[in-house]
């Protein structure tokens, strides 16, 4: 990073549970310049001003309209996100938003649609992109070390952290989808989702949700805010490897199973064979970078390249239309949505 | 147990891979005689002759034919259950059937129904009802300590006994259904089920499973034998407490966790306000017995009582009533089966 | 806190490994003016000026002849602790110095003495004395909830921070040390120690502490910065009950296991009978709370009051005397030392 | 094994706690005949002639004169085992013994020399020196995988089997004396050792015990029938790397973590630097082997070949060398005990 470029003047919108993350790295990276804090609450600009004297305003037409502001970073509640990045976007400001990028797959069209023809650079916080265990894992199942993948499957649960304007389904999952997203390069053809409404009676606590893709794979993810055990935990099982990513493990995050299980003989005739083997299991070492802080630059890096973001709008629109899919599969008790034929609905 | 009574005379049939935990517990137990051993393999023949003195043949109907067997215990593949209970029953025995009783609706009522006209006992090896972590649970939920019941979620995998002749659903899920419905005392309304064939292609290796119940209680069901980890663990999440059934767990395998939340505030103005608590955490001493000496003594006080088993037929057909629900919604696609319609259907 | 009050007036000695957490919370808590920041490092200097902004010198005496200044908050490597304390006290300030106290008792009484005679507070930083969960097992301890005291053991290890100045003895052992003497509050009787100098040859990366309380209480301390595993664990051990404290655990920190063991019968016979009991696990509940600023709190409090604070001098000392006892022992190839004796040769 | 040689026919004395699992060993081993057992219970005796059809006595005499057995497997009461191996010796039988071999180095000497003059084969059961992870481990030691070898230290706690003939260091110890014995392949120069005699007054409930090996490496063990946690954990600590054994792991009971320091630099000008570092962790795939069976299969080959066994009388001795040594120094309140000279005393 040449220091002597002018700095990227960012203005961030939100600054409740998530957002004093960004902004402490936003404050802490160089090549940017925190410039501006927009929350309705006055005691949360008070902090902030505090914490890294930037201006603040609780009028978001001061940092739209203010030319001197080259990004915003969106930090509000799920259902805001569409309007304030549309506004920003009209207002020629690159954006960084939080996921989940929409509450529709339209709106999601448009975000991007938009960033194209405004020519800024469009980024979602899909942040489990950017941790060193998950790019071990995918470099691992990319290299074929698993064999063929045979399915995954992600439990992340947790007491805490009620949302009563979006249910679990939108509120944790995009991290699991993203991570599946990115791990198998490709949209599931159709997905299923069940959930049940414990508190609210309208929103889901917590969320069953199966992406069937193609090849007969299959990605299952358990969310919930109302768990007695913190977890967050994927297996990808392979013919040949086996992984388990454990998020809040002490020692080792990624456990490398040397075990699988194929076939043997001809099927044709009915007469199967199994063949299990049951080796080592390796714990890698991987570094410990904070994800965040490669999120934050990479949105710099991205800026000033002109480069599309790892987590692009596009990327951002995917996970949308998996959730999109899935809240259809749960208002409909379940039923089965084909992603196909989804989005050309949504068209 | 009165020593002078009588012993019940029992033949088993099949001696492979539960076979002999059966045998052992029968021949152990004051009150029975394991007189008689059925199996197809004679190296497996040899081996129980050995242990157990006991007579041993290739051939079934020399143990129905015989006058002086009182009871038949059957611990063959699934698919042969309903054929051999029905042909045990028929001869007057009184039979204990592994899981599942039957791999139909019709098959199973049949089975309920044979056993009523013929006046013997009908016991179902749903073993997990028998043991004393699962006791303690259904206890706690049936003495209202977790408050509302919210929804509850199992896990049962590991790596190995490969199937080919049934698929997760059929041959692991039973256990926990079993669990659920002895702790919830009712039907599910209704069952959806998604699958993946990983080896075979036909036969599914993992399987989840989710059990609507009245009243919105969800309970999911994870079940494959193609898994990195051995897991089997419950978790039961109700208002005011949570607890964790971990049977793999060396150190207490249920955890009550002092953990809560609730509503509060008027839901017609839509505010609500989302009580959360987070207590101690208690891990109870419970003995160790084993369940399957339980199970088999039982069996044999059932018999001499004439008193219904708590495994019956009745509750081995409500097992059964899920699992062919599951297979239904598996077929297609995941579909969500009502159950008041399809026991209709199988009628 | 009043806020009215003027602000204890702060100037820290060392900003090096430690250095910067006490920095931190003495700049955040009310009632306290971080002023002065005092390293022989410039680039310490530029770093704690810029997130404190407080002043900086390299000359400790700038610090020492300022009026202004009230109080020293000492954070140096262990061999200048006393030296350091030395010019503080007789500067007339009120010092707070990290563990240990002093390298030798004679040294750490003197400045007993000297905090006494200049009328000013001395307090050592030995933090786990303000750990909730440390207090939480004092409290059940002095209850009498465990029964006898039977023995009690530690163990702080782990893979990093190895010094060349200091053994593991006098570098980790001060925790553990402080610990027991607050549960057990009393000196022991004796001190023996064996360790193993592996890397450097004369600094032992490997220590075992044995200290012989009264009535046969044992104390054993194991640590290391030399070992493959974090742990930071100990175990005490009742005719009741024994409880575990695992400080680097997820879930609950101490856990009371409601097991013990007792005689029971005639001695003089040499009839014994032993009564064993095995119950619940408890995972009390144990607010979270930083100790850190709970002790920096409480060294301002201290100097506000007047009172002697918890980890006085006299508290320190007595740390020492026990580190100090352990080391003879260490020279000595792990012979006994016996504090009554030791103490009064140190005299 | 050639099943057509003469099985060995073998009489064993004990059968209380351990006893069982050696006879049904022997009982199931090819090549052997358990043909006789002697125990002062006739309540053992009736239960171990239903289980193996073998002779029972309550008079050792009948074993020692009846020609027809040729070997005793020693099952007994430790302080009851060299009186009895020599009366075996003496009547010209081949000895299995459980750990340890005798109570003193005289009476273990005297059990060494009567076997070679009797021309028999005399093994002590140290059962851990055939377990696939012990081997695992020496190997790796053995082959300098962990680079220069600092120190280890092994913890075996439970709450149960509490003794009152034999303090913990006799009766639990032995396993670990022999592991590090294995392991380093030569004897320490000096032990240490502490305890605690909570329940009886006079036998220690824990042990530290410390073995001073040539070279500077220590190895420390702590053993304890009066403990809330069931541990059976040895830590070994090379330059290079590091392993760590856990014995009731349920997922691989060895860790060798690519972790290790090393001193860089030259100590004459005392500058030294310190070169960390911390890579993969490996839990290797072993096999599963019943090692009593190992051990019991030993034994009679090492009958057939006339070869020593692998723990045969000497090292059992050696073994018994520590235990006495550690007892001095427990009896001297933790004094170092150097191994010549007291060998020497105890010629």
Chains 1, 2, 3, 4 share one sequence.
């Not at 940017?32 to 978001?60: F, M, S």
């Not at 199994?274 to 390796?282: A, E, M």
């Not at 596009?314 to 008790?333: H, K």
Request: hydrophobic residues 40%; aromatic residues 8%.
């Amino acid at each position: 990073m040449n220091s002597q470029l002018k700095p990227i003047r960012i203005a961030q919108i939100g600054y409740g549970y998530w957002g004093p993350n960004l902004a402490r790295n936003f404050y802490q990276l160089p090549g940017a310049e925190l410039a501006y804090l927009v929350d309705a609450n006055p005691d949360a600009l008070a902090k902030a001003e505090q914490l890294y004297r930037c201006q603040t305003t609780r009028v978001i037409t001061d940092v739209l309209d203010d030319p001197a502001i080259d990004a915003l970073v969106i930090a509000t509640p799920a259902r805001s996100h569409y309007a304030l990045t549309k506004m920003a976007l009209l207002a020629g400001k690159h954006v960084f938003v939080e996921k989940p990028l929409a509450m529709s797959i339209a709106e999601g069209r448009e975000l991007v649609t938009l960033a194209a023809t405004q020519g800024v650079t469009l980024m979602v916080g899909h942040v489990f992109e950017y941790i060193p265990a998950v790019r071990y894992i995918k470099a691992a199942v990319g290299a074929g070390e698993l064999g063929d993948l045979y399915y995954l499957y992600s439990r992340r649960v947790n007491l805490g952290r009620v949302q009563s304007d979006v249910n679990a389904l939108w509120s944790i999952a995009p991290h699991d989808i993203s991570i599946a997203l990115y791990l198998l390069e490709q949209l599931p053809e159709a997905v299923s989702c069940h959930g049940a409404a414990c508190l609210h009676g309208q929103v889901e606590d917590v969320i069953f949700l199966t992406l069937h893709f193609p090849g007969n794979v299959l990605c299952h993810i358990h969310v919930s805010w109302l768990d007695p055990s913190k977890t967050r935990e994927m297996t990808v099982v392979g013919s040949r490897k086996m992984i388990v990513y454990d998020d809040v493990s002490a020692e080792g995050k990624v456990r490398i199973y040397d075990k699988g299980a194929y076939r043997k003989g001809d099927p044709i005739y009915g007469e199967f064979q199994y063949k299990l083997h049951s080796g080592d299991i390796l714990i890698p070492r991987i570094d410990m970078r904070e994800p965040l802080q490669e999120e934050c630059a990479h949105f710099l890096e991205s800026i000033r390249s002109g480069a599309k973001p790892l987590t692009d709008g596009e990327n951002g629109l995917r996970v949308v239309t998996v959730l999109a899919a899935g809240q259809q599969s749960l208002d409909r008790g379940g039923a089965k949505i084909f992603l196909e034929e989804f989005m050309q609905q949504a068209g």
